[in-house]
């Protein structure tokens, strides 16, 4: 079975944020005074007219997406009437007055009505800065470091579910059902990781009268089993998710994964049995522990009489994935306001 030829990589976001593999986390120094001190005490006050938000980021990112948060969220944000001021963890630096000048007004963050820190690493700047009305962490993949300490108990986290928050899911613009024809013998598996692919391989060694799509590898991408290359960008990979019978996901990481641009194209999905990607696709996906029975998973659905299992599980995910950015923002801008 041919090869698709690939386009050069879009510079538009696909689905499975994920830190560059080999890169060395940068070090959240300020976890040490935060270790030593504490949490600095919040200021006792109202929040002002023009209601503010300040995000703060961590050692190393320069910007709110190399962070892991999704511009078009931000966007959709700004569309509720919040435009977060963006603050680097240099540019705090820079900006803090000296030790024996320092007071709750001189802060730079003090200002705001809240201060998100831009995930975990920026969490302890954000803990440690005097004067502050409101915080909380704009929840990303990365975990809190050093967790086991205790340090990040109680601090409010604002995400989707699967990150520790409660907002609902977004998905991109471009994922959303297309008028295409669903292929009863397309299967199809998104990323390199080992679940997807060895379910994949064993399903390609069951039934010899399937065909399979990879969407989300390298252009130089060799598998023991035939398969379709999908090119890389949105309106692609939303075509590849609206043709398949079934998809094999990734495990869910990050505020776009792969099984929930899946779901708002109306794919079924087959996910890992772990509790991220339990709490992200709840009853709209299958669950397997393995590649096996995974594998046995994606046979159920092919095997689907009169399609009953995939249409339930669409109907389930376009209930827990309605399309845009635009309800994720507004849930994020009713608990800013909140806190």
Known sequence: MPRLKRRPPEPAPEPEDEPVVGTPAAVPWALGDLLRDGPAPLADRPGSEGF?????LGPGTDTPRAAGIPPELLGALRAEGITPHVVTAAELEEDAPPAAAAAPAADPLAAADVVLAAGWPAAPAVLTAPGLRARAVLATAEPAPLAELGWASGVPVLGPAWLGGGLPAGAD????PKPVHRREDLVLVHG??????????????????????????????ALPFPFLGVDPGPEALAHAFA?????????????????IA?????????????????AAL???ASFARGPLAAADAVEAFLADPDYALR???????FALVPGGWSATAAALAAALRAL
């Open 311 to 317: 249409a339930e599980r669409a109907r389930a995910g």
């Open 243 to 259: 043709s398949a019978t079934v998809a094999l996901a990734p495990a869910v990481r990050g505020w776009r994964p792969a099984a």
């Open 192 to 221: 390199e990781e080992p679940f997807g692919l060895l379910a994949a391989a064993e399903v390609a060694q069951r039934r010899d009268d399937l065909s399979f799509a990879v969407t989300g590898v390298r252009p130089d991408l």
């Open 173 to 176: 613009a471009a994922y959303v």
């Open 282 to 284: 709840g009853d709209a």
């Open 262 to 278: 899946m779901l708002a194209c109306g794919q079924a999905v087959v996910a890992p049995d772990d509790a991220a990607s339990r």
């Open 52 to 56: 503010s938000v300040t995000l703060v």
